[in-house]
């Protein structure tokens, strides 16, 4: 057999006989000199951390190897989108036209074994972008264990879109295109106009001066609050010569309170019982209790105040001194703003930020559940004297405080309860560690119901219509169901059947949930429109095929939703239907709505997963169904 490997050892190494393979640095400039190719295909090392990838590397040498009009496939981290790369992405995106992106991070645990973060592939062609009229095809299929034995990855219809490269320069230029990569990902068309709505308002930013931002400039504080991370603590067998710093006098009493990452439970409002001395950490942990590594100022230590962990967000506000370490950070201010702060604590915790932040981070429902600062900040957080809010906001601030301090009294009497049963009666004590267990059962019970029963107060701060409340909260449909770790992973919701979720209120009203929110959306725009037709709905599901399908019927009033039996006929017709509309591209099959117009009839058929019968994915079919009437209506007949 001909020898097809030219390796780079020089002279000492054999020859290839038909040199089409070449073993060498790919980026250095001795390599393929001055040879270029119709296709490059690679998948660069993904060494490098931040906006620092070595993979960048190669997607900028990859074009000079092209030939013009030549087209490059590259397998990359996802990083290089979700990162601060805004500088490279305006960089490299001027320089070829990106035609596709494959974001594979649902599967990212499941098609590379042991892989550190997630993918995407990038498919591009060496010549120059239009970004007024280049569109970039953006697939993100979400975990689908049909055809995953055969190989075949999954592309439902709400995973596939077009972001206008012009989108994509333009928010480079402010720093967050990372957010319009990130917003597409589980975000459906009706989420981008909500997303458009929350950060049009003014953010949080807007409210908090970061320390180490004002250390760097060299400037005070301009802003009403501060925010900054924890101290670090200086271990005991370190070395003062081996720091890059010198070590900072501790000029904290030793019995400050001090709360402990690992045992914080985010209970809303911290409590002193969940605290420990600062002398019992540094012991506990072997650090030095004369100097520390850092010492921020003490105001980030000082109430009011809410804590935030750099991890998966755990939000508590806190009314008394204490001390933490880096992995948390606060936000503290003024005693005026007690009740703001306070209000503040409540809304991080609430739909309203979860769907923000899970729709905009770079890490949640990607690869880890973690926020960072700067993502944090970006959230809409409109004061009461504001615009965008309801006019009564000032009045929701207040009655949260309210029933926050309220609820507060309310623990910290239950807890007293607690300590005087463990020290007064031999019987407790005997059994303290399931009496602790039960106090943070109970307390957790507490905070959740609270949490749920201030849901409306936060809607109606932000002035959040029904349809946009629907949005949210299908939250609790894709969050949980983001980048599985296994095939049989439970917490994939996404792929329950409708009527056997566990997930509200499908789990009740099963298809009815979808139906209901599809018709009484038509029928309320049907009645802005002055029109005196209505629809009704009606569906059912099949268990052999594993279709569901919903039918609307055009009448002169409205009936509720009715369930009805799909005939084995015509189950078997929708599937070789469906099967011949969706089609397959190698490893990929593109699934295909089945959206079916008969007179005053309008079928509508799907797969009988949740993915396809949530709320949100109503009000999506709403908008198209009433495009499609319109469009219908403007035809010459």
Known sequence: MPKLLNFAGGSNCPRADIPVIHEGDFLSEETLAGETFDCIIGNPPWAGRQNKQLA??????????????????????????????????????????????????DYSFLLFQNALC??????????????????????????????????????NPTNRTWIPLGDILAATRSKTAPVVWKRRLWGTPRDQKLLDLLQSMPSLREQVDVLSELKTRRSGQTKRWVTGQGIKPWPEQKAESESDRPPKRNRWPLDTRFIETQTWKSNLLLLPGDTISFEERLKKKNYRMDVLYSQP???????????????????????????????????????????LLMFLAAYLRSNVAKYFLFHTSANWGIERDKVHLFELLRIPFPLPEDEFVSPDAAKIVSEVAKRMKALHQNLKDTFSQYEQNLRSQPLFRSRGAKIDRRWHE???????????????????????????????????????????????????????????????????QGLAAYADTLAETLNTWAKAEGSSYRVSAEGGTDEETGLAMVTLRLSLAETPYRRKALSRRLTEILKKLCAHASKRSETLLYERDILIFQGKLIYIVRPNILLNWTRTAALNDTARIFAEVALAGEKPS
């Open 56 to 105: 960048q590397k190669f997607m900028q040498k990859a074009p000079l190897f092209l030939r013009s009009g030549g087209t490059g496939c590259l397998l990359l981290p996802s990083k290089i989108l979700q990162n601060q790369t805004d500088a490279f992405q305006a960089k490299w995106l001027g320089q070829v036209t990106l035609k596709r992106v494959l974001q594979l991070a």
């Open 118 to 155: 997630p993918a995407f592939i990038a498919l591009f062609t060496n010549t120059p972008p239009q970004p007024t009229q280049d569109l970039i095809e953006f697939v993100a299929p979400k975990f689908n264990r049909a055809g995953l034995r055969q190989g075949i990855v999954t592309v």
């Open 297 to 339: 100022p003490s105001e980030l230590f000082q109430p009011p105040m809410v804590l935030i962990s750099q991890g998966s967000i755990k939000v508590t506000f806190c009314d008394f001194d204490v001390l933490f370490q880096d992995s948390l950070q606060s936000i503290s201010g003024p005693p005026e703003d007690n009740d």
């Open 442 to 508: 109970e307390r957790k019970e507490q905070v959740d119901a609270f949490q749920e029963e201030l849901e409306p107060l936060i809607y109606r701060y932000f002035g959040l219509t029904e349809q946009e409340v629907t949005l949210i909260d299908v939250i609790r449909v894709f969050e949980p169901s983001s980048t599985p770790t296994t095939w049989q992973s439970e917490k994939t919701v996404t792929l329950d059947l409708v009527e056997k979720t566990t997930v509200t209120p499908y789990s009740a």
